[in-house]
């Protein structure tokens, strides 16, 4: 009678061969089905958070708004979107991902088409406030979907081909913005309003797709076999395992973690100065070089993407190499030397190139730095988690458009704006070196104290 040690080698690696030839293909499977549909609603979204950018351009000398008022606006979308973001969350875990996904995107295509019905400040404050209310979640749910499907290994590289929608979105509306807003006068539309019309019906639309196409989870794709469920259920399992705020942790607990709050403020900074910049980029960028409205379009696209080729690289290399810190903190302080040669440059080709750089480099961190808060975080403490890292999160988009329209009027320009988008860019890289440092001791603790009672126990 044979022995396992007397087992030829090929034998015993057989089902570790099948174990990771059946984990390629569950991976294989997920990425081709799920991340395209996720990408397109994303891009969506985010057309629809941000593209008042180019309508601006018409919109605010129709309608006489100064750029305070435009700022607080722009700005008003992102308080309901926090202040819903936990409930929304918590609303996905009762009903399912796919129906709640659905939803938030019907509504918010609608009342981004409404947009185009705006002719007074309080009509303009009103809608943006509801904007952000209806898309609130969308996000931190599409992140803790993604978490029931790829491991904590893989999430940088998944998480960044996804989030490549953000900026190509940018290209797409930035090709579009010239031709849209030159339909100015048919059918008795403004071309702002032919823009909100153009950009936000394609989220109703989609949100029927999102609805057919998203299992709310492994168990209920119809197109993986029982083995590749099985090989996902696996490894979350472990992956939950080893999070700081697992399974067994409540929602409060998430709620008042130290590090979901320091993820949170990380990301409120790095978005303060990318709201700050993307809402006022077309203006800003025009007055830099003298371009036509098309020419600006051409501009944001080109910038749009290489910020998805960045981001793809630097996810991909962050999973590869297994390292977050650096990933995240080399492109804060690219920022924040981009922004402070654009705010010092008198050549408009060197505005034009610091601001790229800036805006490149915080495309690249994303994908690197929305993985962290997967790695400590699993069940429905992630779901409540990344909610509440979000909420923090989306204050930023008030605080930046505001910021900048208000230096804008007070000053005549936005040069000293973009100089103080510096200060939230090296803050951001200073609470993720806190951050990651306090998660490392944490790791250690774990492991020294399963080591120790791995001996009480021997």
């Known amino acids: ?22 984990g390629a293909s569950a991976l294989r499977k997920a990425g081709l089905r799920l991340i395209p549909v996720i990408s397109v609603g994303y891009g969506l979204a985010f057309m629809d ?65 409404a947009m185009m019905l705006v002719h007074t400040p309080l009509q303009f404050y009103v809608l943006r406030l509801l904007l952000g209310i209806a898309e609130a979640g969308f996000f931190p749910g599409v992140v803790y979907y993604l978490m029931l499907w790829f491991p904590a290994r893989m999430r940088a590289r998944a998480i960044s081909r996804f989030y490549i929608s953000l900026p190509l979105s940018s290209a797409v509306m930035g090709s579009l913005a010239g031709w849209l807003l030159g339909l100015d006068g048919r059918l008795g539309l403004a071309g702002w309003q032919w823009l909100f019309l153009v950009e936000g019906v394609p989220s109703v639309l989609f949100s029927l797709v999102i609805l057919r196409m998203l299992p709310d989870c492994p168990a209920q794709a119809k197109w993986l076999t029982a083995e590749e469920t099985a090989w996902l259920q696996r490894q979350l399992d472990a992956d939950g395992a080893q999070a700081h705020l697992g399974h067994q942790a409540g929602v409060l607990k998430a709620l008042l973690s130290p590090q979901v709050w320091m993820i949170g403020i990380f990301f409120f900074c790095a978005l303060t100065c990318s709201y700050g910049y993307g809402f006022s980029a077309p203006a800003i960028l025009q ?62 080709w060197l505005v034009v190139a610091s601001l790229g750089a800036s805006f490149i480099a915080f495309n690249a ?7 962290v808060p997967t790695e400590f975080m699993a069940g429905r403490a992630a779901a409540a988690g990344i909610a ?68 009480e126990t021997a």
């Open 49 to 113: 958070r941000i593209n008042i950018s180019f309508a601006s351009l018409r919109m605010n000398s129709d309608l006489h708004f100064s750029a305070t008022v435009y700022g607080l606006g722009a700005g008003l979308f992102f308080i309901g979107y926090a202040v819903c973001e936990v409930p929304s969350n918590l609303l996905l875990l009762r009903f399912g991902a796919r129906r709640w996904l659905a939803r938030i995107m019907f509504t918010w295509g609608l009342l981004a088409t």
């Open 388 to 455: 509440a890292m979000n909420t923090i999160t989306m204050f930023s988009g008030f605080v930046g458009p505001y910021w900048m329209g208000v230096v804008k009027d007070a000053t005549g320009s936005y040069q000293l704006g973009v100089r103080g988008l510096l200060i939230p860019a090296l803050a951001a890289a200073g609470v993720m070196h806190l951050l990651t440092r306090s998660l490392a001791r944490r790791k250690v603790a774990l492991a020294v104290g399963r080591a120790n009672l791995a001996d």
């Open 365 to 371: 961190l994303l994908g690197p730095a929305v993985s």
């Open 1 to 22: 009678m044979s022995t396992p040690g007397d087992m030829p080698a090929d034998a015993v690696s057989v089902p570790v061969a099948q174990d990771t030839s059946i």
């Open 287 to 348: 007055a830099a070089t003298g371009w036509n409205v098309s020419q600006v379009g051409y501009l944001v696209a080109a910038l749009g993407v290489a910020g998805a080729v960045a981001m793809l690289w630097n996810g991909a290399h962050s999973d590869r190499s297994g390292e977050r810190r650096l990933h995240c903190i080399v492109p804060c302080v690219v920022m924040a030397a981009g922004y402070l040669a654009a705010s010092l440059a008198t050549e408009w």
